[in-house]
């Protein structure tokens, strides 16, 4: 089932403001709680589909990944289709802090306990032309902050594992109750309890672990897709970081890229010009035989259809621009000297431009055509 656009899951238009966004979601969020709305299957999806589209939408960085790249561009970012899997309850009430102040819903018991959330990891992926046309799977090693086997926790005795404390002031308006987050276990509600040897403060070591990323076909170079779950792991139970991959697109011997469209310099000899030929054209998968008509000219743009690049947020691929150069021998012998002196005379060596034959701001328009 394809996923839905996270505009009009908050029924928002492209256009909209954060302040626009974050009341769609605060209206969504209250008519699906789920402790507004127990054992409903349905009304947790809407809940957690709405939290997703938050997450995205909420953030100028992977609001510009989404507007540009779709789904793809913020895969994993948080729901389901993710690389890493998706957004689990926690992940969501996290949330709650900057949309209902803090406190979640009365009542609920959510609000309070900090819930704490690994670092970011991030690496960066070279991937070659091949691969960006077809997709690829990549196992890669990442060195990661994990709980140490072993390590316990105890409920923390200040704050009596809520991860606030409350103090009552008196002033002349009377008594003044404020909660701010605990001092001791910095809101985690925990302390450690047994740390095994070799593990950090928090009860942590570091880690080599291989991760499998699926990496879609079209990718673009800067571009940063997101495997949930895989960066640090947070002490106290927390939920983990994630793995930052930026694309970086290894350059090709013979071909540019320009978007979906890849670039061929061609060059021709004079005679190959003059009569005709055919000759082999170098793509992605291996190489095509084209033919060249009798009489063309330097600058001329062959297009290859279908022989580009996929890309992320759209059906097809794009072309194959094959630009024609003649060239022009450095040195010739004596008898071919003679040749050229005696063409120079021919009317048939003269130049003489024809509407079909386009000047340079013609080629232009069709190579981005």
């Not at 005795?157 to 103090?167: E, K, L, N």
């Not at 090709?252 to 005709?276: C, M, V």
């Amino acid at each position: 089932m394809s996923k839905r656009d996270y505009y009009d899951i908050l029924g928002v238009s492209k256009s909209a403001e954060n302040k626009a966004i974050k009341k769609a979601y605060r209206k969504i969020a209250i008519k699906y709680h789920p402790d507004k709305n127990p054992d409903n299957k349905q009304a947790e999806d809407m809940f957690k589909e709405a939290a997703e589209a938050y997450e995205v939408l909420s953030n100028t960085e992977k609001r510009q990944q989404y507007d540009q790249f779709g789904h793809a561009g913020v895969r994993g970012a948080a729901g389901g289709g993710g690389f890493g899997g998706g957004m689990n309850m926690d992940d969501i009430f996290s949330q709650f802090g900057d949309i209902f102040g803090g406190g979640g819903f009365g009542g609920s018991g959510r609000g309070g306990r900090r819930v704490i959330k690994g670092t970011n990891l991030r690496i960066r992926l070279t991937l070659n032309l091949k691969e960006i046309l077809e997709g690829v799977d990549k196992k890669i090693k990442v060195n990661r902050l994990v709980n140490a086997e072993g390590v316990s926790y105890d409920t923390c005795s200040t704050c009596q594992g809520t991860g606030q404390v409350t103090r009552i002031s008196n002033t002349i308006l009377g008594q003044m109750q404020t909660a701010s987050t605990c001092h001791i276990c910095s809101g985690a509600g925990k302390s450690i309890k047994d740390r095994p040897s070799g593990s950090d403060s928090n009860g942590m070591i570091k880690e080599q672990e291989t991760v499998k990323i699926t990496i879609p076909a079209g990718v673009e170079d800067d571009m940063q897709l997101k495997v949930s779950g895989k960066g640090n792991a947070a002490p106290f139970d927390g939920i983990n970081g994630d793995l930052l991959v930026l694309i970086a697109v290894e350059e090709h011997e013979t071909l540019t890229r320009d978007g979906k469209n890849l670039h061929y310099d061609h060059y021709i000899s004079f005679p190959d010009a003059a009569l005709g030929a055919s000759t082999n054209i170098p793509t992605i998968t291996g190489k095509v035989k084209i033919k060249l008509e009798s009489g063309i000219q330097s600058g001329k743009i062959l297009r290859l259809k279908n022989q580009g690049l996929p890309s992320v947020n759209s059906y097809g691929k794009g072309d194959l621009l094959v630009h024609i150069n003649i060239w022009t021998p450095q040195k010739i012998s004596s008898k071919e000297k003679k040749f050229f002196e005696e063409a120079q005379s021919s009317k048939n060596f003269e130049p003489q431009p024809t509407k079909n034959d386009k000047s340079f701001f013609d080629r232009v328009k069709e190579m981005f055509g």
